[in-house]
């Protein structure tokens, strides 16, 4: 499974979007980019993944970029309840024996 | 829908003791998973079930950390003797198996504390 690089730490303003890149510069054909977060004391929460195409869901959208080699998760209205570790992760899928594998993550701090 | 179950949340063992974890996946999730995650590191995964047989053990410490999901339902993670290095969250994790989207659901996982 691809390497991916993410910043350490961010910052977010309450009620802005907030933006989360990604690099996965050696990302294959087939493999997918996962987002989980992890809020202080719980287990990690699925958010969204995709292969090419950008998605959107109730929580998030991911944008990936043509060359597949990064993207960007957008949390559209940031609350303080969404300060947490955010963990992008490349891996094939489930049925190729893709593994769920975390890296450090980026802490993002939504503050008022 | 009830989540993945895990017990006990805390326990605090001294060196050399043992300890065991327990996870109840949710109902009809064939793959279960154990990760450790240090403090400020992210989960590492430990062991790999697909219903009752495991699928990958390549990074479980198997001098001391045993796990066993006997009837394909629940699973119980052992550490014996722990070591002041184990002292980590235990989290379960479960997903469909075959035909999901990759999705793993996650437990609020099991501290331990290795004194």
């Known amino acids: 499974d691809a390497k991916t690089t993410q910043p350490t730490s961010m910052d977010c303003a309450e009620g802005r979007a907030a933006n989360l890149p990604c690099n996965h510069s050696t990302i294959s054909g087939n493999e997918y980019v996962y987002w989980y977060r992890q809020i202080h004391s719980q287990g990690p929460q699925y958010i969204i993944h995709g292969l090419k195409n950008n998605e959107t869901n109730e929580m998030a959208s991911l944008i990936i970029t043509e060359d597949r080699k990064s993207s960007t998760l957008i949390l559209p209205h940031a609350t303080l309840r969404d300060t947490a570790v955010y963990y992008c992760?490349?891996?094939?899928?489930?049925?190729?024996?893709?593994?769920?594998?975390f890296g450090q993550g980026t802490e993002l701090s939504v503050k008022p | 829908e009830a989540g993945v179950a895990q017990s006990p949340r805390y326990k605090i063992i001294e060196k050399r003791q043992s300890v065991a974890f327990w996870c109840n996946p949710i109902?009809?999730?064939?793959?279960l998973y154990w990760y450790q995650q240090i403090l400020g590191q992210g989960p590492k995964l430990l062991i790999q079930f697909q219903n009752n047989g495991v699928v990958d053990d390549s990074q479980l410490p198997k001098d001391r950390f045993s796990a066993e999901r006997l009837k394909g339902v629940d699973s119980t993670l052992k550490i014996q003797p722990a070591k002041l290095e184990d002292s980590a969250v235990y989290l379960c994790a479960s997903s469909l198996g075959h035909g999901s989207t990759g999705e793993l659901f996650f437990g609020e996982g099991s501290r331990l504390t290795v004194l």
């Open positions: 992760i490349v891996r094939v899928a489930y049925n190729q024996g893709g593994k769920l594998i």
């Open positions: 109902s009809g999730h064939a793959t």
